[in-house]
């Protein structure tokens, strides 16, 4: 991701809908998995690995970018700069990695998925988020430099080759989908959706999102999918 949009992320993501929702996801998922070592791949600021931290985990960022890395040691977490499709880590390490809208973002995601198959330890889980569908493509994922929009068929695949059992594959962000699509559509619409919005439309957003931890909404068209897998 660029430098300017990991900075202007870490601005926002404490308070954005968007972020906290996804946050909220996270910390939901390790309620059903024991705690021990996690890598964030691609963590940018940091933000999704004080999350594994506030839920006992013990946690180790991964970035590339100079910047973002630099963001999260000044939030004091642990962090390494390195590339995803070469992990700076020993074998059978780690018992959760997870990698929050970052694979999109890299040519060989193959490789990537497949370090993270080697870095995890016989039992170990993996989390995952992406974006969804390539009918979304727009302006939007050329200005956060997105090589690709996934299908449920498709981040599916990429895990199974490298040998993962797949625990979950579920939609995110359905009920705002039809409102996304609307949006980039528009011939106006340039740049990235991920940015400040008023305080009551940040709050309506994001009781809109969090509706969805309630409502049968994993198997319907969304704008994120989100993907848990498990090494044997």
């Given at each position: 991701?660029?430098?300017?949009e990991?900075?202007?992320m870490a601005e926002?993501?404490e ?12 910390a939901?998922?390790?309620?059903n998995?024991p ?14 690995t004080?999350?594994?931290e506030?839920?006992?985990?013990q946690?180790?960022a ?6 973002g890395a ?19 880590v ?16 890299i040519?060989d995601?193959v490789a ?21 569908d390539?009918?979304?493509w ?6 956060v ?7 449920r ?10 040998g ?8 995110w962000?359905v009920l ?6 609307w ?11 991920i ?6 439309l940040?709050r ?16 319907l ?5 989100m ?6």
């Amino acid at each position: 991701m660029d430098p300017v949009e990991i900075k202007q992320m870490a601005e926002i993501e404490e308070n954005h809908w968007w972020f906290r929702e996804r946050r909220a996801l996270i910390a939901r998922e390790l309620k059903n998995l024991p705690t021990g070592c996690a890598l964030d791949i691609g963590a940018a600021a940091g933000r999704n690995t004080t999350v594994l931290e506030e839920a006992g985990w013990q946690s180790f960022a991964l970035e590339y970018d100079e910047s973002g890395a630099a963001l999260a040691k000044s939030r004091g977490i642990n962090v390494m700069r390195g590339d995803a499709t070469r992990l700076p880590v020993p074998d059978n390490h780690f018992d959760l990695a997870i990698s929050y809208d970052v694979l999109e973002h890299i040519a060989d995601d193959v490789a990537v998925v497949e370090e993270i198959k080697r870095v995890l330890k016989p039992g170990g889980h993996v989390l995952i988020a992406v974006p969804a569908d390539p009918r979304l493509w727009s302006e939007h994922d050329v200005a956060v430099s997105h090589l690709r929009r996934y299908t449920r068929e498709s981040l599916s695949k990429l895990f199974e080759e490298a040998g993962f059992v797949i625990e979950e594959v579920k939609s995110w962000n359905v009920l705002l989908r039809p409102v996304v699509a609307w949006k980039r559509r528009r011939p106006s619409n340039t740049g990235s959706d991920i940015k400040a919005v008023s305080a009551p439309l940040n709050r309506a957003l994001h009781i809109v999102v969090a509706m969805e931890r309630y409502l049968p909404t994993g198997k319907l068209p969304g704008v994120s999918l989100m993907l848990r897998a498990r090494v044997d």
